[in-house]
């Protein structure tokens, strides 16, 4: 009776410190799960500062007045303007060579017997 004593006794420890260590490293798992959130909470808040800083320089009245205040650019005058008349004439057409069938002109090139690719045997082992 000793023993089976001592040997549930022994069980019941052994039991005791899987349970102590699976909930240890529950513990652990749990405070990386929340440091993860917040990790990605943080990510979500500066993808949406970018995102707002974004749309701050991509506003087209910002763009606008930039453009006027750094770029030479002024509205196109009439005066700029020539008449169709004055249009270079058209560059002659180039012919183009006749395409010609790869295919066929190996055809035809070829008279021999069609190679199949595989060796011929030496004339000894005929």
Known sequence: MRILHFCVLILLISAA??????KFESTLRAERVAKMRVDVQRERDAIAALRAEWATLDNPARLQG?????LP???AEATQYDPLTRLPDRPPSAT????????????ESNDGPA????VTLPAKSR
């Open 17 to 22: 410190a899987y349970v102590y260590e699976i």
């Open 66 to 70: 930039l453009a006027r205040r750094h």
């Open 73 to 75: 650019l002024r509205p």
């Open 96 to 107: 183009q060579p006749t395409p010609t069938d790869a295919i066929a002109a190996i055809i």
């Open 115 to 118: 190679s199949t690719g595989s």
